[in-house]
């Protein structure tokens, strides 16, 4: 940095890690052209059209790769079929060719404060790739109708066309639901389903843990830090994209097709005795939260614990996530009646290269969140925070862990007095270094903070 060659919060987790902040030459040059000279459909023929369908896509207004989108069917007996679309990436890119070798090697959009680093060039990803309100746009659809207790009763899966009818926030959606807009049938339908789901699925021992979380945004050296309220919107969406792995997943499995599978063991939790003696909320999620063994993914399907699924593989961010895209097109050759791209051992080489890659990359995310969440604290050490006691990490010394009620941080604290889970505290930042990775608290009354 004193050299000039680094700016000041430079990240080296990143340059550790060895992320591609660029792309080349090579791949921009195939890139340009592709748009107006793509290649061959090969599911031309086949592609179910589903342009009639009003389709709502719902991100944050930030979001520049719309990959799913939903809508509802009335179907002649008077059922609802839920459609899921999903952005078909596939459709710009051949097995093996530059673009697809490029995403292999990134496996994942990486999301930092400062700005992603995207699998696919922006002018793709955000483009011809993505589902573009008004747009017609190629997807693979999955078509789901739901029981009365919320489980999968049929399914279908067809490549398709659609045409995005409403690019849609998290807030608007927020405001539909609330206000029961009947011209938008469709959502309240979408809302009524979710929650339908959610219930299915606790009723299979899903395990909810709900913690707080937040968004690190960094611009023009500006840091903020805003805490992600729950909201029927997110909850929807999360449902639909739950429903969507679990049918890809089936029919993989029906079909035995190796595909990305995700599985999670059965976790050994608290007795129910022993948890009710904890706070209710965030201290109670945390003592679960840290029972739950990481998922794991296999060519074999497996159980999922936590989402009380049988079978479950990721395959709604296939422009964000390779092991998705390894889902179409292994789904999609299927539906063809091609030969699968991937077998078995091919697809066990190639699982263990992107989990290594993925892995890093959600390591270098977590690093650099936390990074500009000291940053954050540090230029506010002013400021007095109310922190609730989560757990201990070495109780005989005083070492435990804060969640930062107002900011959704949690972050660790000796402290010099007795506390109880779930007490209280009021903060102010001591000391805060990002770039030693350093932060010390004080505990104040309000006649003893700082005031400047």
Known sequence: MQLGVWSVHENLHARRAKLPSRFSAKVLDVVHPLAKNPPPDPDGENRLDLTHLKLY??????????????????????????????????????????????ARRRV?????????????????????????????????????????????????????TVKPTYRLTYDDVDEMLQLGITAESELQSLGKWSKLREQWRRTQGAIVIDMPESSIKVKDDDVSVELLEDSNSRYLVAEMMILTGEVAARYGQSHQIPLPFRAQPQPELPPEEELLLLPP?????????????????????????????????????????????????QIKAHLRGD?????????????????????????????????????YLRRHSDEVWTALMLRWIREDEGFGSILIEDLGLELTMRFKRDVELGDRLNLQVAYADPRQDAIQFQEVTPETATIT
């Open 339 to 375: 030969e699968l791209p991937f077998s078995r051992e091919a697809m066990q080489e190639l699982l263990q290269m992107t989990g290594t890659t993925a892995y890093e990359s959600v390591l270098v995310e977590r690093q650099t969140n936390r990074y500009w969440a000291l940053e």
């Open 57 to 102: 896509t719902i991100d944050d207004e930030s979001t520049r790769e719309i990959d799913d989108g939903l809508s509802i069917e009335i179907l002649e007996d008077g059922r609802e079929k839920i459609w899921v679309h999903i952005a078909d990436p596939t459709r710009w890119l051949t097995l093996g060719d530059t673009l697809d070798l490029e």
């Open 281 to 329: 909320g965030p201290v109670r999620a945390c003592a679960l939260r840290r029972c739950m063994p990481r998922s794991e993914t296999t060519i074999s399907p497996g159980r999922h614990a936590s989402l009380a699924l049988d079978f479950y593989t990721q395959a709604t961010s296939p422009i964000r996530r390779y092991n998705d895209l390894i889902t179409h097109f």
């Open 108 to 160: 994942t959009t990486v999301y930092l404060p400062t700005g992603s680093i995207p699998m696919f060039p922006f002018e793709l990803a955000s483009g011809p790739m993505s589902l573009v309100q008004g747009q017609q746009c190629c997807a693979l659809s999955v078509g789901s109708v739901l029981d009365d207790d919320g489980a999968v009763d049929s399914y279908e899966i067809h490549p398709s």
